[in-house]
């Protein structure tokens, strides 16, 4: 099997658009769900094998991080995450809806719950976006919530078998809420030769 | 039911609420639980849109998602903290149950869409963790003022004990410095007080600075021998000055019944008693303030004793006496000059002592602040009981009603009649021989030419005249027959002028002084010394000390003018300040060290621990806390002279 991939510009930035498309559909629902002026922009986005990805970072991303993590399987299987510090959380909880008086230190169900909901709405756009493009057909499964390192998000269990082979596309996400701006993560993780099937395909109808 | 309603029968198995919706958004299941929450049974709802049930669905921001939900089949999230009530299903208390929803979109193998709506009554965990959070943040609260508390008390004391040591060092070092020099017997006496009062209030200082000892109950007390009427004096005439500035007439009585000679800790009593007095003369504009000692009742070999400070101030409205006990809160902020923790330290030493501390007072009557304590009698020395003046008529020349009655009062308890004259004409026609009080208000409503013809008048029938005011001190020292009594009116003090007085009056001399203490440390070898200290009054007490002990100084004001100082002059020994402008003792010691061996002594007000390990760290050799006195500092010196000067 090869494990390695090459992008080309274009079709770096065909993904790089696509994953901003799908930020912009999250982005006014968060607006319409939240009555809240919010901003999504994923300005950088690289994409790694995830073998590559770990033996670059064997000491970083060992902080714990509040992540929400999708599974799907369709055309394409793996898994997508949004993942935040967990003071970006909190801070992004406490903007989302002010009423929730949290702090870093509370992070509980509800807030959890919050972030789910959050996470939710990011990863259905961005990946019905993706899909959408593509044609692709879907399948979720529903939102889990957890509390990983990055290591331990990229490495996702749900995927962890065929994580060799994968490769992670991550693209820094801000959240821009009230003048205020909040950075995550998302993280999508798809087999390598099945990501070489999406590039072909955009390759396809731009030809 | 229809069809389809019971494809998802199984749904009523379980705790969650479910229901399901077809592409139409028309219900098509309903399940058990949705129907116990909602008291809307299945046969009630199936059939009907979802939005015209629950109309909030209508918004766009609900429909687009669940139609992306129904379309794609992604699961959509619908957490409690952002919708709560999308289904808003009634509580018994007028609430609503906290919904948290779940909307899964599936397609049957028939090709029909449905949107399966699971919701989580989120309520108890919501309030149970409302409640938690409730209880963090009031944890945390208090944990933070409990924090800030301790540090502002931190900060405090180190602050006061710092500029209370330097104030105190002025005072005790010039005091002590006073007290070598020949003075009458009167001023004797104040300095006298100076100094002991100087040595109660540093002994005092340190226990407020103990006041976390106290409330942790670590705080003992020291029984010890002393003389109950010379402690209420000594204690009254601190306050004299502060009387006399607001003219309020400040006396004591002690009930004659109680020995002198008692055992107990009287530096607490003295504390209590100082911050009672204090507090009565600060919120009294005019009239007295008394302090009375009684006694209440004996118990077991020891006896209770009863102190009640007695002013014609304002008076405190009931409900601000509860809160007048209570640590750092002060009635009357615009004169809230003191820490805030006297009652509350008067009222935790007043129990350690086996009593207790309160306030009697109404609103425009006055206050009545007391405080008990358990002494032991002394079995020797008990007070005299007998009347010793019950032979001698005292006549009272005053206009002064109120001090009148005091000092008829305490006249009387040593059994002396006194009669009293308003008018100096009358007095002068009716008057016996023996002892005469006038009083400083009567004396200045006379003119100059009336008060000598009174004075020759009673000199001529060889009466004692005792001149009793605020301000009499010397003011007829020309009239050696005519004595003088300061007030405020201390019982065994005024007693013992009455025995004075009323002995025959001339041809007395003043009491030769003791020679100074430390004549012999004079001998020690000249020693040259430099001081650092930036007090101007401390310069002064340490070097006209070290001058009376023989030595030459010179002196700087900062821990930089100390450096080049060093540099300039191999001195014996340095005096160093440790708190000092532009560079502290610390630091400047630190840069001596570099080109010096000299020996520096720190001179600090702060005497913490943790201060003289930083001096010693510092590489000074050795410590001395101020107030600096005589005896020590000579000690000192004398510790660290030089070898060659030893040699000499």
Redesign the interface.
Known sequence: MNHTIEITDFQMDALREHLNIGMGVAAGTLNQMLNTRVKLQVPEIKVVPVKTWLTDNVKGGESPMSSVNMAFRGNVSGSSSVVFDQDSAARLVKLLVPESEISTLELNSITEATLSEVGNIIINAVMGSLANLCHFSLKFHPPFYSIVTLRDAVLNQNFAEQSEESIVIIGDTYFNVEQEKILGRILIVFLISQLKDLLNTWSEQAA | MNSDSKNFQWFDCLPHGYCVIDADWHFVFWNATLERWSHIERSQILGRKLTEVFEVFKQ??YK??IT?ALQ???????????HKHLMPFPLDNDKHQIH?Y?V?GIVTEAGERFAIITVED?TG??EL?HNY?NI?SQLRFEEQQAKDLAKAKEQFFAYMSHEIRTLLNGIIGSASLLQQADLKENDREFVSTIVGSGDALLKIIHSILDYTKLEAGALDIHEESFDLRLLVDEVVLLFAENARRKNILLSNVVDQLIPSRLAGDSLRIRQVLSNLLSNAIKFTEKGEVQLRVSRVSDESGSHLLRFDVVDTGPGIPEHAKVQLFQPFKQLVRDRATGTGLGLAISRNLARLMGGDCGVESSLGHGSVFWFSCRVQWEPVANYPLRPVYDQTQVSILTKDTLLLTRLRDILILRGVQSVEWADSVEALANMTQGLCIITEDFFASLSKLAGQALLKKLRESRTSVLLVGMQVHNAHESETFVSTYQLPLRQASFYRTLELVTAPLFGQTTPSLPAPAHDKDVQQSSLHILVADDNLLNQKVITTMLKRLGHQCDVVSTGRAAVQACQAYDYDLVFMDCWMPDLDGIEATSRIRGFSSVTIIALTANATPDEQQRCFEAGMNDFMSKPIKMDLLSDIVARHLPAKKVAC
Request: aromatic content about 8%.
């Open positions: 766009t921001r687009t998602r992306q794609s089949g992604a699961p959509t999230v619908f957490s409690s903290l952002i948290q779940y899964t989120v965990t919501t963790l959070r963090c």
